[in-house]
């Protein structure tokens, strides 16, 4: 079946630093790519998508780009700060015909000041 | 405009009761799913329903049900209640059902089963 494979965590940076979440997925098909975040207390909101191959998401300074030969979807941000601090989720839909989202274990961010 | 409320928001059981939590879904979006969230194994899906309809179920015993009104706001009661059900239940709705669906989270209903 569908599955997304996510580094794991926690992951602890200083502020400033360049992020890096890894991301592979095993699906049929052509999936659509997400990355979503959780903060501490919420629910999960999307941060990022991606629907077709070599497309690159963005939002709020992360970006993640769409590998059909590799099957990544990494996510990267320059810089670093106290507020990114959360659990980011990794997630696939649509392939094999199914929109229900497969997601990652996720991966917490602790960004130290 | 207003986004996915969930409701209660904490709530302790003790085994061998049951629950319902409840959800409204953004106004407009007539689907809503589901799903388990624990430390242990992620998030987890239950169930997804669409205009009333369960449409999609994931691999939990029966004693989880739900149901979804006209008015699209659903409802997802556990029965018989056991320790494991400790989790955050997050309920989330969405305008369509297609493979570039995008997910709005509610906050969730922290549950603790004593």
């Known amino acids: 079946g569908d599955s997304v494979t996510q580094m794991e965590g926690p992951v602890t940076l200083s502020e400033e630093a360049f992020l890096t979440i890894n991301c592979t997925y095993t699906?049929?098909?052509?999936?659509?790519l997400f990355w979503y975040v959780q903060y501490p207390g919420e629910g999960l909101q999307l941060l990022l998508k991606a629907t077709k191959a070599d497309d690159k998401g963005s939002n709020k300074g992360f970006e993640a780009t769409y590998r059909k030969e590799t099957t990544s979807f990494h996510l990267e941000k320059g810089s670093v700060q106290v507020s990114d601090s959360a659990v980011y989720f990794c997630a696939l839909s649509g392939a094999g015909g199914s929109y229900i989202p497969t997601f990652g274990r996720g991966t917490s961010l602790i960004v130290h000041p | 405009k207003a986004g996915v409320t969930q409701t209660p928001r904490y709530l302790i059981k003790t085994r061998g009761q049951q629950v319902t939590l409840s959800c409204s879904p953004i106004?407009?979006?007539?689907?809503v799913s589901w799903y388990q969230q624990t430390p242990g194994q992620g998030l987890q899906f239950l169930f997804e329903y669409f205009s009333e309809t369960q449409r999609n179920k994931g691999n939990f015993p029966g004693r989880f049900s739900g149901r979804q009104f006209s008015n699209s706001r659903s409802e997802m009661n556990v029965s018989t209640l056991e320790l494991g059900d400790s989790a955050l239940y997050l309920c989330?709705?969405?305008?369509?059902?297609?493979?570039?669906?995008?997910?709005?989270f509610g906050a969730g209903s922290r549950l603790t089963v004593l």
């Open positions: 989330a709705s969405s305008l369509d059902i297609s493979g570039a669906n995008v997910l709005t």
């Open positions: 106004s407009g979006h007539r689907s």
């Open positions: 699906a049929t098909g052509y999936p659509s």
